[in-house]
Structures are given as C-alpha cells and as structure tokens.
C-alpha cells in the first residue's frame, strides 16, 4: 500500500505558477500510474493530469492542457504538477492519486480506476 503527501499548494495571484509535489511512502511508485484530481467548493471531484507508470504518455484536461505539466522523479519518489498562467478558475484543494499497474503506458482519467489518494493541497487564485 502507497500513502500519498501532496504539499505545495498555496495563495497565489493570477498568472503566477506554483509547483505541486505528491510525496509516496510505503511502495516505490515505479509501478504505478500518477494522476492529479481537483475539487472546488460544491463541485466534483475531477480530472487534472495523469502519468504513466513509465513516464511517457501523459494525459491533461482540456482547461490545464498547455498550461500545467505532470512529471514524476522515482528517485525521489515523488510526482509533481508544475502550474503555470494560473486563473481563478484554477481555485480547488488538487489531489494525488495513484494506481499500480502492470501496464507501461497507460494514464487514465477517470478518479474510478485510481485506488490510493493523497488528503490534498489548497490552491487559491486570486484575481
């Protein structure tokens, strides 16, 4: 079993960026595919990002894609979401979340198909 520590988050000013970390302890997560979920206050949770387990397919929301960037350092142990020209929209606690797979390439982006999640991290944008 994984647990995930997300730090980073943070008050932030509208077009400034902020590097979200998701520290794992319990598993290397060599073996796991990575995905970051948001929620804002009276909506669902839902999808950030995701990371294959071997690093090389990525997978982005519609609203972040060219903007954020998933990234993961197994040497560390650790997956980040580095956001750049944040928006007040981008206001959310941002969640970790982890799947182990047997499978190189895949990073999905349904919140179902991941079994460990981190307590989460508040980002606040401001205007």
């Known amino acids: 079993q994984v647990q995930l520590v997300e730090s980073g988050g943070g008050l932030v000013q509208t077009g400034d960026s902020l590097r979200l970390s998701c520290a794992a302890s319990g598993r290397t997560i060599g073996s796991y595919a990575m995905g970051w979920f948001r929620q804002a206050p009276g909506t669902e949770r839902e999808f950030v990002a995701a990371?294959?387990?071997?690093?090389?397919?990525?997978n982005y929301a519609a609203s972040v894609k060219g903007r954020f960037t998933i990234s993961r350092d197994n040497a560390k142990n650790t997956v980040y979401l580095q956001m750049d020209s944040l928006k007040p929209e981008d206001t959310a606690v941002y969640y970790c979340a982890a799947k182990p797979t047997p499978f190189s390439s895949i990073a999905l982006s349904s919140s179902q198909w991941y079994d460990y999640w981190g307590q989460g991290t508040q980002v606040t944008v401001s205007s």
């Open positions: 990371l294959s387990k071997s690093g090389g397919t990525t």
